[in-house]
């Protein structure tokens, strides 16, 4: 079975739909989602009720969906994270509101498990080293993990004796299941290794592999929404960037 994998969307309706029609194109119809829906962006309502929309998904809770609902104290973000989830607080609805505070921290199926940050604190820490990927070992089972959070493109796996390899994971690169693995698929609206496009990949539960994808998107629509809301303008050249 082929899963679209995607994490960070953080309120970017335009790169969401852009990552959900290359799924359509390539067949895709099971989805996994890593958290982070609200946040940053200028569509947080939108992307709530897609996602709650969408067949076939799992979700798990990210730090910013976590902060809007009050589970998580402001103090833990910067002022414009601040900001931007607030101003996500005054556009959702009762049900989208509800649909995000009831995301879990963690999921497992028979096929992956699934967290926002990493499996022994999904919701803070950025899993970013082969030494964290070790340490977390023994906080999950069923591999792969998908991980997202840091919006990095990464993978990690047990090695040759028990020496963990990890990587950037590059577009249209199968990367082949071996041991416990864990695939952080980047971020949909918010990239950060220097690559604007939406971040997203595959994973093939049959032939077990994941393989990323970047997916153009416009970018100036979303900076343009932006600028009518008053956002801090930081969150806006970001995209052009992709940090
Ligand atoms: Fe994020
Ligand atoms: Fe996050």
Same mark, same amino acid.
Do not use: C, M, S, V
């Given at each position: 079975m082929k !899963? %679209?994998?995607f994490s960070d969307v953080h309120g970017n309706h335009v790169a969401l739909k852009a990552v959900l029609d290359f799924y359509?194109?390539?067949g895709v119809e099971n989805f996994v989602c890593c958290g982070d829906i609200v946040g !940053? %962006?200028?569509q947080p309502l939108e992307c709530a009720e897609t996602l709650r929309g969408?067949?076939?998904l799992v979700t798990v809770m990210g730090n910013h969906d976590a902060a809007m609902i009050g589970k998580m104290e402001l103090k833990w973000f910067n002022a414009?994270?601040?900001?931007a989830i607030d101003f996500a607080?005054?556009?959702?609805?009762?049900?989208?509101m509800d649909y995000i505070a009831g995301l879990p921290e963690r999921a497992e199926t028979e096929h992956f498990t699934a967290v926002h940050g990493s499996p022994r604190k999904p919701l803070t820490e950025y899993l970013l080293s082969e030494g964290q990927f070790l340490d977390n070992t023994k906080n999950w089972s069923v591999s792969p993990c998908f991980i997202g959070h840091s919006h990095m493109p990464l993978y990690f796996r047990e090695g040759e004796a028990g020496v963990p390899e990890t990587?950037?994971?590059k577009p249209a690169v199968k990367v082949f299941v071996t041991g416990k693995n864990m695939f952080n698929p980047g971020s949909v609206g918010q990239p950060r290794d220097g690559d604007t496009r939406a971040s997203c990949g595959i994973y093939d539960s049959d032939k077990k592999y994941?393989?990323?994808?970047?997916v153009f998107y416009d970018v100036g629509a979303v900076q343009k929404m932006m600028a009518a809301l008053k956002m801090p303008a930081i969150l806006a050249e970001r995209l052009s960037f992709g940090f």
């Open positions: !899963y %679209g994998i359509r194109k390539n !940053y %962006g200028p969408l067949k076939n414009n994270a601040a900001w607080r005054t556009q959702l609805t009762g049900q989208a990587d950037f994971l994941f393989e990323l994808y970047r």
